[in-house]
């Protein structure tokens, strides 16, 4: 039964930090909006990733920092206080209440319906409530999907009865499981590793294939591996698990891997990557195959639908999945979503125009929040290598940098630079090593920005602080 009918310039389905800054932006441009959310206004980003995982390794990093320097050493031997670092994480997921996100919304002008959404027809969206009562809205000029994405995974027998921990579980527990197997070697796997290490957890990681974060520079994974295992985490790699068990006495999970071999956990997280939450938003009424991740243009309109009135932004179409480059589309989608509804004749579609997600593609920023933090920008070398494109790679020890020295006794870190010579600017950049996180944006503008390397010769890093690693990379470039 239809209870109301409601029409919008613009309908977003999904109120995580992307559908919030599409549904923003669309507002900005003189569009009426409304926004559907079947859970909690902020999405998987503030409650269940990116928010509590960063408010649990803040102290985890803080005291690994504090114990490199001298004189601060002795001060911060003990152990963390766990419940207070619950504590301080339930107080930045607002203890999982949506009351601030909403009176955002409030304040700015867009309309909140809570409940499901399905697209019912092109530009129709049917939106089931929690009470069962349906609503159908209609955009008269686009509807935006951004439903994020969820855990996925394997189907290995006994792992739904074994009820693994995944993000979810890893970003919200406040109880310290005394062993924590990770499966998986991508970024959720090694910082919640590095958290629950620190938490006390005796944590095993198993992974498949030979390294930890196997889509960025190989030094990444090498120095954050050889870090976590000095702290107590075991690493074993090329290993496959083939079966999962959970005790239904004492509660203890038996993981068969590849070969026979068992390990013993009472906590396993699966941290195996993510599908994108579409299997049930009717895709199927527009032709397009329910569960699968949406393909967009550089605009974020998705492809191949008559129109052109849907739009796919965030995790859900798979080109970065991040916050704030989810957050960057939705600032280039509800541009153009605008300049289209004013019915602007050409849009700004080149390269770095106002309509075109370039950076998608050329500089995504990405920093890992381990010890020794990993922070990266554009291709690694060997995507550069596999672009055929003509590089030159520079590498050089942050440690020999005074500002690191200074900053951290024995200061391990290592820096890439990976300059296109027929271009004559950097495509790409990693940092690692403690405090490089903050470090990434000089990387990001550069990178962006095409600045020309005898440009960056000009662009002075203070002394003495890391930023200094800017120079040094230059200096070995000019020789
Ligand atoms: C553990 C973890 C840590 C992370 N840390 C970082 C980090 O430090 N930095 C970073 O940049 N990224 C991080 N990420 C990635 C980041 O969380 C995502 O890129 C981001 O949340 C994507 O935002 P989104 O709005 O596209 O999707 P989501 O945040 O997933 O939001 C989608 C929203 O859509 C809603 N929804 C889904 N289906 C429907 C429907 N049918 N009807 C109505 N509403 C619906 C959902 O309830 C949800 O609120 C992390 C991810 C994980 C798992
Ligand atoms: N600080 C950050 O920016 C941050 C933090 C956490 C997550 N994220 C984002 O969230 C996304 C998801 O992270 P993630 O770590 O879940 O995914 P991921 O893709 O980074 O890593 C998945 C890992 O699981 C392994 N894997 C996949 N299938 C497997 C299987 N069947 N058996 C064993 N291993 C398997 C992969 O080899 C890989 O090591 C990432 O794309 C990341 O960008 C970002």
Redesign the pocket.
Known sequence: MNDAMDEYDVVVLGAGPVGENLADRARAAGLSTAIVESELVGGECSYW?CIP?KALLRPVIARAEARRASGLRQAVGGPLDNAAVFTHRDSFVSDWKDDGQVGWLDSVGIDLIRGKGRLTAPRQVTVTGPDGQQRVLTARHAVGICTGSR?AL?DLPGLAEARPWT?REATSSATVPRRLAV???????V?MATAWNAFGSEVTML???SGLL??MEPFAGELVAEALTETGVKIRTDT??TDVRRDGTDGTVTLTLEGGETVEADEVLF????APRTEDVGLETIGLRPGSWLDVDDTLRVRDVPGGWLYAVGDVNRRA??THQGKYQARIAGAAIGARAQGVPLLETDRWGAHAATADTAAVP????TDPEVAAVGLTAAQAEAQGRSVRVVDYDIGQVSGAALYADGYRGRARMIVDLDRGHLIGVTFVGPGVGELLHSATVAVAGEVPVERLWHATPSFPTISEIWLRLLEAYRG
């Open positions: 990733a995982s855990a394997p993000s499966v998986g070697g991508g970024v959720v796997a910082e992974i498949r294939g196997e889509r496959s698990v941290a195996t990557g993510r999945l991040l990405q920093v890992v929040f």
